[in-house]
């Protein structure tokens, strides 16, 4: 193949494919191709949604203070370390 003919081929091909690269990008710049399927919210949707969530935080902090963290008696707390001393015990001698 003569090399001359040949680049003339892949000139035409770039300057054909320019020409489409063209036309797409005026297709583009006037908002002809939407932009995203996705629907938003509506202002008066994310309103209601807004008091809705601000009511909750309304009525939890009405409710007083938090409730009280669950304590341990002394006892308790020294029976479950005398049993966990007891299984570490264990698997020491095992070892």
């Not at 006037?30 to 008091?51: D, E, F, V, W």
């Amino acid at each position: 193949m003569d090399t001359s003919r040949f680049l003339v081929e892949v000139e035409s091909e770039i300057s054909r494919l320019q020409h489409i690269a063209e036309a797409l990008r005026g297709l583009a710049s006037n908002g002809s191709t939407p932009q995203s399927k996705r629907k938003g919210i509506s202002a008066a949707g994310r309103r209601r949604i807004s008091l809705a969530q601000k009511a909750r935080w309304a009525k939890s902090a009405t409710k007083g203070e938090m409730k009280p963290k669950r304590t341990m008696s002394a006892s308790a707390r020294r029976k479950i370390a005398a049993a966990q001393r007891a299984r570490w015990a264990k698997v020491k001698k095992a070892a």
